[in-house]
Every structure is written in structure tokens, then in C-alpha cells.
């Protein structure tokens, strides 16, 4: 929410230098999110994609919190973009193996509404923040990577039945073949 403002306001850098360099962001998405969502459902188990996605984002914190430049943003923009990119693939794949199958549609509209509700919050929550630390938009990334260490810490308390189902499947067919 506070990038642009970041960036403007406390690094220096023009609006145009800044969409130049966070146009990064999306290019993600677009050419890795088929791969990476196919490397996430085979190879790994949803809760640790997720801690992985945090993880980078919280890379992406330390690099925002130390910007100095646009290239600055560039990098920030594609670490960040990638660890947003397989938590946006985990998430609700992971929760709607919880979910009887029908009502997965009213329980991913409920999912969106408490999302959206929350990053409202914590839009207004944060600029408050912020305004109280001394209007110093640095803060965000600070106040980002506390939430990042938290949403690891319950990302690591989950569990993926269905890999874990799917991995002891893929050893008994490999011992019974011999």
C-alpha cells in the first residue's frame, strides 16, 4: 500500500522512475506462475510453499528497507513478486482440501471478502502506524517483516494431508515395483 509513497517521498525517485522499475512485479506472475504452481503441487508440501513465499518476502523487506535507488526497486519488485506469487498460488488450494466440495464457492467468496477486509485494515492500521513512528514510510518494511515472521511461524504449523497422502502413494508404488 505505502510503496509508491515510499519510494517518492523517502528514497527520491520519481514517480515514472518508480512505475518503471515495479512494472517487475506482474512480469512475474506472467511468466512464472504456470511453472511454479506446477513445481508447488508436485514437489513440495503446501505449507512449506508458503513459508517459502514468506520467506522471500521477507527478503524483499530487507532489500526495501536498505532501497536507495530505482534499480533498488527493480530487485524488490521481482523478489517480492515471487514470494507474493507462490503464496497466491498456495493459499487457497491449500485450504479448500479442508472444505467440503459444496460449498468451496461460498467459503473462497468468504476467503476474499476477509481478505480484502484485512488488507484495508492494515492499510489504514498502517498508515496510522507510520504517522505515529515519525511519518517515515522506511517503517512499512519494519512492520511488514513482523507479519512476515508471524505468518511463517503459522505457515509451519500446517499440515498438507493430500502431498503427504501423495508422497506415501509414490512409495509404495516405487516399493511394489522393487
Given at each position: 500500500?505505502?510503496i509508491?509513497?515510499?519510494?517518492?517521498?523517502?528514497?527520491?525517485?520519481t514517480?515514472?522512475?518508480f512505475?518503471?522499475?515495479?512494472?517487475?512485479?506482474?512480469?512475474v506472475?506472467?511468466?512464472?506462475?504456470?511453472?511454479?504452481?506446477?513445481?508447488?503441487?508436485?514437489?513440495?508440501?503446501?505449507?512449506?510453499?508458503?513459508?517459502?513465499?514468506?520467506?522471500?518476502?521477507?527478503?524483499?523487506?530487507?532489500i526495501?528497507?536498505?532501497?536507495?535507488?530505482?534499480d533498488?526497486?527493480?530487485?524488490?519488485?521481482?523478489?517480492?513478486?515471487?514470494?507474493?506469487?507462490?503464496?497466491?498460488?498456495?493459499?487457497?488450494?491449500?485450504?479448500?482440501?479442508?472444505?467440503?466440495?459444496d460449498?468451496?464457492?461460498q467459503?473462497?467468496g468468504?476467503?476474499?471478502?476477509?481478505?480484502?477486509?484485512?488488507?484495508?485494515?492494515?492499510?489504514?492500521?498502517?498508515?496510522?502506524?507510520?504517522?505515529?513512528?515519525?511519518?517515515?514510510?522506511?517503517?512499512?518494511?519494519?512492520?511488514?517483516?513482523?507479519?512476515?515472521?508471524?505468518?511463517?511461524?503459522?505457515?509451519?504449523?500446517?499440515?498438507?494431508?493430500?502431498?503427504?497422502?501423495?508422497?506415501?502413494?509414490?512409495?509404495?508404488?516405487?516399493?511394489?515395483?522393487?
Amino acid at each position: 500500500t505505502f510503496i509508491v509513497l515510499f519510494a517518492v517521498e523517502a528514497v527520491g525517485i520519481t514517480s515514472s522512475q518508480f512505475g518503471n522499475s515495479w512494472s517487475w512485479f506482474p512480469l512475474v506472475s506472467l511468466f512464472f506462475a504456470i511453472p511454479m504452481g506446477i513445481v508447488v503441487e508436485k514437489y513440495l508440501p503446501k505449507q512449506w510453499a508458503l513459508v517459502a513465499g514468506y520467506a522471500m518476502a521477507l527478503v524483499g523487506c530487507g532489500i526495501g528497507y536498505f532501497a536507495a535507488d530505482a534499480d533498488d526497486f527493480v530487485s524488490l519488485a521481482m523478489i517480492f513478486g515471487t514470494g507474493m506469487l507462490i503464496c497466491n498460488l498456495t493459499q487457497k488450494p491449500f485450504f479448500t482440501e479442508f472444505i467440503p466440495k459444496d460449498i468451496i464457492g461460498q467459503v473462497a467468496g468468504t476467503y476474499n471478502i476477509c481478505f480484502a477486509v484485512g488488507r484495508t485494515i492494515a492499510a489504514a492500521g498502517g498508515g496510522y502506524l507510520i504517522k505515529w513512528l515519525g511519518s517515515d514510510y522506511r517503517m512499512i518494511f519494519p512492520i511488514a517483516f513482523g507479519a512476515g515472521v508471524i505468518a511463517v511461524i503459522i505457515a509451519m504449523t500446517l499440515r498438507d494431508p493430500r502431498f503427504e497422502a501423495q508422497r506415501l502413494a509414490r512409495k509404495a508404488g516405487a516399493a511394489a515395483c522393487g
